[in-house]
């Protein structure tokens, strides 16, 4: 949970189109056994802009924190 609220204030300070209610869901969430959260799905749910995720060939998961 730690490194969702880090995640949440970054994007929060640099990201005027952070979802802050779809967050809000993956809050309450993230106690559960059943909760997963994958690059992919944050970003595209919450409109985050410091992580990003490519596939493919030199893909990966980056983050600009």
């Known amino acids: 949970m730690n490194t969702l609220?880090?995640?949440v204030?970054?994007?929060?300070?640099n990201n005027p189109?952070?979802?802050r209610v779809k967050f809000g869901?993956?809050?309450?969430e993230a106690g559960l056994n059943r909760f997963t959260m994958?690059?992919?799905k944050w970003i595209e749910s919450t409109d985050a802009?410091?992580?990003v995720s490519k596939a493919g060939r030199y893909g990966g998961t980056y983050a600009h924190l």
């Open 38 to 40: 994958t690059p992919s």
């Open 17 to 19: 189109n952070f979802n």
């Open 9 to 13: 204030l970054w994007e929060i300070l």
């Open 5 to 7: 609220k880090f995640i």
């Open 49 to 51: 802009i410091g992580i």
């Open 25 to 28: 869901t993956y809050r309450n």
